[in-house]
């Protein structure tokens, strides 16, 4: 699972870069395209990832204090709030797309696009493995002494955190 | 994560709220009247979040120093790519 997460992250981490060095190229583009952004979507996004990883971290302590359903319930409302995301994300695309900033409008678009869609398809691939965790989890499947799938699987929702972390200021607040 | 050790629920709350009152402040220092500032806050709120997050949630701080130190160097990579572009576009302005 690490050398799964570096190569994701490496991944991640070219495409900031090359957004980076393309805002620094066409720096008053982006900034009128970054300005068409609704900052509070943004901050709405953030928070409800960082709620669902942290009921996702909150379920691994109960797995290893031998409550089992807790961990289960617990990572049923990380699936509710990455589920608010991935609505407030979709709604927010939705607006994007029928107000003509598709991802051939310019290039921050074409970036942000790419970049966020990138991110997106990772926090559905999340919620179906915190789905099949907390399946698992109400079954009884995961004990103190094994529950390494349940960690690599939350281990991974930790990933899209992180770089959801590092995504937020640079695509929607450094103007 | 360690499957030996585990971070108690008290840190996870304040880790968790921690990173709430983090994504604010991003949100509030972007939209200082500054050339300077808003951007020395965001990238170092983010890099506080990404530390939480490192060490809390993915229970890093007592485990395999190595990871700990590659998923801490990340965000600071990424941190520097995007701050030496955005000072660099300040002093291009």
Same mark, same amino acid.
């Given at each position: 699972m690490w050398f799964f997460i570096l190569a994701e992250l490496a991944v991640f981490g070219l495409l900031i870069v090359a957004f980076s060095v393309t805002e620094s190229l066409h720096a008053e583009a982006f900034r009128a395209s970054r300005a068409l952004l609704d900052t509070s979507t943004g901050l709405t996004l953030t928070l409800s990832l960082l709620t669902s990883g942290f009921f996702a971290a909150l379920a691994v302590t109960q797995v290893k204090q031998q409550q089992s359903r807790q961990a289960a319930l617990l990572l049923l409302a990380a699936v509710g709030s990455a589920l608010f995301y991935v609505v407030i994300k979709f709604r927010e695309y939705n607006h994007l797309a029928y107000a003509? @900033? &598709?991802?051939?409008?310019d290039t921050f678009f074409t970036l942000y696009w790419i970049l966020t869609g990138f991110h997106f398809l990772h926090v559905l691939l999340g919620l179906v493995i915190l789905g099949f965790m907390a399946m698992r989890a109400w079954r009884g499947a995961y004990t103190p002494a094994h529950c390494r799938n349940l960690e690599s699987g939350v281990l991974y929702w930790h990933m899209v955190d992180l770089v959801w972390v590092m995504l937020f200021p640079l695509v929607y607040v450094l103007n | 994560m360690a499957s030996h050790a585990s971070v108690s629920r008290k840190t996870l709350v304040v880790s968790w709220v921690a990173l709430v009152l983090l994504s604010v402040i991003t949100v509030m220092a972007g939209q200082f &009247?500054?050339?300077l500032l808003p951007g020395v806050i965001v990238l170092l709120a983010g890099l506080a979040k990404a530390w939480l997050i490192v060490d809390h949630f993915m229970e @890093?701080?007592?485990?395999h120093q190595g990871w700990r130190l590659a998923m801490l160097g990340w965000p600071v990579v990424m941190a520097l790519a995007i701050g030496l572009a955005f000072f660099w576009r300040l002093g291009a302005g």
């Open positions: 003509g @900033l &598709d991802i051939e409008y | &009247d500054h050339r @890093l701080r007592q485990a």
